[in-house]
């Protein structure tokens, strides 16, 4: 009888083992199916692709990917021409394809240098998306970044409210890369349209180095000694653009809008050498082009009739924003 | 020690049920930290709220809302207005947020009718996000949908294809609902600047009625009895400008050309009486949206310094692409 009692403990212990088990596998099962989609596999990796690959902008783009990495559970790498050379980065990409990554992000150095090696990697069957600087002539899925005419537009506003709307106006930028030409042309055509008080007196080229920057602010305001206004549509050169209005003997402060968050460029709003900064979406670019990535790698795009190749499997353009970082609120855009 | 025996079996029999338990746990407790992030909870609800909810257009878009559901874990929920009427669909949205959704994507009647109950639901916690038709004034988080000024100006170099580049067209919309005024106007605009034999001579309000639609169309036709095409913005009046064109008695055709994927629309496209339609990336709307929601209810957007209210904490916009339908590829965009 005891006996009896303990061989049915043992049975109703193993029943419950495997009961205990069986539950669980089954909630396991159900969200393990559920959430298969958004989870990578054991070596599926990312490559994110810049040019100037050391400069502090990325941080954020790259730190983007990298959550997006966390949460979709795959593996990212970060690659990048080292210097403003579109060779270089074609070389750093055709490596990349080689190796046969899950997807790729791409930030072009201009809009054309690497449509045939994007096409390449598509073609391969590689996704590949482009972010903060696009290449509109390739076969990227989508791009993700700053409506750039958008935001050279706030930045004409911007100066407007710090000029009264009256005054002489210079744009420094990076021609011939299309992001800082939007800029450019945004800002231009803002003044234009609602500024009539205003003037676009020059565009030049920095080379995106803060030195040549603050060279061509000095001659500019040596050929205009009333120049009220720099806007600089890339990083590096708005330092430059503040020393020059910091060191300028004048009643009239020459105002300087710069873009992106650098720490200089924090610092210099801070000590009112650079009067506003126009910060992007950059992490946004980096989260959403690895979850589009994943997407494209894992087929979970819209799926018909994406398969025939007429509509785009993801939205073709995604403008990530900007705001306009002031001495009111520049505390906020620190690292944190 | 038969007893004994058997005690030790039970334990050991306890044992594993613990250990396969535990084992289990820990192999799902892992997944379950990783994938966390992308998983919703139970009872978590979100709500796609549309007007005219019963046409097919928007089947599409809810698709997409469900397969990103599937993929999240969370539950969904579609309502909206029967009618094209923005007192109803305002009634809607204020039952919804007395229930404290997860979030909700709104489709706005117009672009200012909606913007007091949208906001209300932001100001009470509740993400929003618009999909294909905005309210550009309210506080929703973002908007996912077609960039409709482009999807017009695509709509007029198909026309002009089709008419060489001359002759007189119309334009059958529904004024005053933001996405079809942009369509219109990307149309107009790329007529002006790009195709100086074609000529915009109407713009017509069909209330989104097919039977208004054809009625218009034939007006055109007496008035204009040269009219050579006829861009119908709003997916219900295409098939009565395709009626009308169909019956028309004249040896040159009336191109007709339509908006979105009806299956009236694609059979009148096979039969020949419309040229063309513009497919949309509705799919992408719905899947894109419950994504940007879960993020925002999860507090998986941008960290710092969204916080502060600075940076946008999603993309701001996003374009989810169209193509262009014609008898050649019209069976790809049956659904399946």
Not at 68 to 79: F, G, K, Q, T
Not at 114 to 141: C, E, H, M, R
Not at 309 to 325: C, F, H, Q, Y
Request: with cysteine; charged share 20%.
């Amino acid at each position: 009888m005891k006996k009896t009692t303990l061989l049915y403990l043992v049975l109703i212990a193993a029943f419950l083992a495997y009961a205990a088990r069986h539950v669980y596998t089954n909630q396991v099962g159900e969200s393990a199916f559920r959430s298969q989609e958004l989870r990578g596999e054991l070596g599926e990796n990312y490559v994110m692709v810049t040019f100037l690959s050391g400069i502090e902008y990325w941080k954020s783009c790259l730190k983007g990917f990298e959550d997006a990495a966390d949460a979709l559970n795959v593996s990212i790498e970060y690659r990048g021409a080292t210097q403003y050379d579109a060779r270089e980065q074609t070389t750093v990409l055709e490596q990349i394809i080689a190796k046969k990554p899950a997807g790729i992000a791409i930030s072009a150095i201009d809009p054309d240098s690497l449509t045939g090696v994007i096409n390449k990697a598509v073609d391969a069957g590689i996704p590949v998306v482009l972010f903060d600087s696009g290449a509109p002539g390739s076969k990227a899925y989508s791009f993700l970044g700053t409506d750039n005419y958008a935001a050279g537009g706030s930045a004409a506003q911007q100066m407007a409210g710090l000029l009264d709307g009256k005054g002489k106006v210079a744009v420094i930028t990076l021609p011939n890369q299309q992001n800082h030409d939007e800029r450019t042309r945004g800002f231009q055509d803002e003044i234009k349209q609602r500024y009539p008080g205003m003037e676009v007196i020059a565009v030049e080229d920095d080379k995106g180095d803060a030195m040549v920057a603050k060279g061509l602010t000095q001659s500019l305001l040596k050929r205009y000694p009333d120049l009220a206004g720099v806007f600089v549509t890339e990083a590096a050169g708005g330092k430059g653009a503040g020393e020059a209005a910091r060191e300028l003997e004048r009643a009239e402060k020459l105002h300087v809008i710069a873009f992106d968050t650098d720490k200089d460029t924090l610092d210099m709003i801070r000590e009112g050498s650079i009067s506003a900064t126009i910060a992007q979406g950059s992490w946004n670019m980096g989260y959403w082009s690895l979850q589009y990535l994943f997407h494209l790698h894992h087929n979970l795009t819209i799926p018909s009739p994406a398969a025939s190749g007429e509509v785009a499997p993801l939205p073709v353009r995604v403008d990530t924003g900007i705001s306009v970082v002031t001495p009111e609120n520049v505390d906020d855009y620190y690292a944190k």
